[in-house]
Antibody, heavy 122, light 111 residues
Framework: QVHLVESGGGVVLPGRSLRLSCAAS????????MHWVRQAPGKGLEWVTL????????YYADSVRGRFTVSRDNSKNTLYLQMNSLRVEDTAVYFC???????????????WGQGALVTVSS | QSVLTQPPSVSGAPGQRVTISCTGS?????????VHWYQQLPGTAPKLLIY???KRPSGVPDRFSGSWSGTSASLAITGLQAEDEADYYC???????????FGGGTKLTVL
């Protein structure tokens, strides 16, 4: 069974940085594009970023472009989200998720982690 | 501005059929990009219900189905069950944003 586990969440001051990790197992991690999706408390889902299976292509939501950086280490089966210049409005649960179709993008998100809570507050 | 619009809430009695709409534009659904649907139970991660407009992952009951026409898509749920009470989200790619979009979500209440 596919397993995705996020870590690295916590409370951080506005303007500071935080890095999330997503450890993947039970599937061929290096064959799938991966996403980060966030959900502010009591709100809906917001797509954040996608990285292609080999890391060569990256896409970002306007709300995070220039502040967040997605990366992956296929040798460690791990996805990362580096979040800089954090704002109060970045407070959310951050989910990592796997594409449905290998080597494809925008095919749907077949498996999700349990999420990591990031709270940006002074 | 690129958005996917869903009704905030829908409801139905057990055994009934309900539909949830997702209205987009020419830069997303209208351009033929795939629409995906997710179910989110309280306090849990979203679960994929439908991908590629109308494909069901293994394990998803055939009570759930998706359709698409023009700039809109719909999720239909037949034979409503109490366990279907959840939030439902549509998702599609948007060429203007060069990224993905989620609808605002629809809360399904089983009466």
């Amino acid at each position: 069974q596919v397993h995705l586990v996020e870590s690295g969440g916590g409370v951080v001051l506005p303007g500071r940085s935080l890095r999330l990790s997503c450890a993947a197992s039970q599937f061929s991690f290096g064959s799938y594009a991966m996403h980060w999706v966030r959900q502010a408390p009591g709100k809906g889902l917001e797509w954040v970023t996608l990285i292609s299976y080999d890391g060569s292509n990256k896409y970002y939501a306007d709300s995070v472009r220039g502040r967040f950086t997605v990366s992956r280490d296929n040798s460690k089966n791990t996805l990362y989200l580096q979040m800089n210049s954090l704002r109060v409005e970045d407070t959310a649960v951050y989910f990592c998720a796997k594409e449905v179709v290998g080597y494809d993008v925008w095919s749907g998100l077949s498996y999700w982690g349990q999420g990591a809570l990031v709270t940006v507050s002074s | 501005q690129s958005v996917l619009t869903q009704p905030p809430s829908v409801s139905g009695a057990p055994g009934q059929r309900v539909t949830i709409s997702c209205t987009g534009s020419s830069s997303n659904i209208g351009a033929g990009y795939d629409v995906h649907w997710y179910q989110q139970l309280p306090g849990t991660a979203p679960k994929l219900l439908i991908y590629g407009h109308n494909k069901r992952p293994s394990g998803v009951p055939d009570r759930f189905s998706g359709s698409w026409s023009g700039t809109s898509a719909s999720l239909a749920i037949t034979g409503l069950q109490a366990e279907d009470e959840a939030d439902y989200y549509c998702q599609s790619y948007d060429s203007s944003l060069r990224g993905s979009l989620f609808g605002g979500g629809t809360k399904l209440t089983v009466l």
